[in-house]
């Protein structure tokens, strides 16, 4: 079984950045199509990318442009670089495989963005 543990979120400024990332306590290769997935508050979870194993990358509409994705199945990590913030994206953000597998929720990693 699969363990996630997501990290790299915290407070930052309109129009800043940050890094998530998402260690896996087990092999991802095997994994066809890792995502980063968020929840706001009073709203329900989203996806808002994901990344395949031969690097095929899709985004939510509402981050195109200003998140990217990638992944290293060597370290068993995928990655969320996330620019240009708005407190629109401020939730709590998540990583899964796709579809996502219920047992493989963690806790996930806050991000406020507010200044």
């Known amino acids: 079984q699969v363990q996630l543990v997501e990290s790299g979120g915290g407070l930052v400024q309109p129009g800043g950045s940050l890094r998530l990332s998402c260690v896996a306590s087990?092999?991802?290769?095997?994994?066809?199509?890792m995502g980063w997935y968020r929840q706001a508050p009073g709203k329900q979870r989203e996806q808002v990318a994901f990344i395949t194993n031969s690097g095929v990358r899709n985004f939510a509409d509402s981050v195109k442009g200003r998140f990217t994705i990638s992944r290293d199945n060597g370290k068993n990590t995928v990655y969320l670089q996330m620019n240009s913030l708005r407190p629109g994206d401020t939730a709590v953000y998540y990583c899964?495989?796709?579809?996502?597998?219920?047992?493989?929720w963690g806790t996930g990693t806050l991000v406020t963005v507010d200044s």
């Open positions: 899964n495989a796709v579809p996502p597998r219920m047992d493989y």
């Open positions: 087990g092999s991802i290769s095997r994994i066809y199509a």
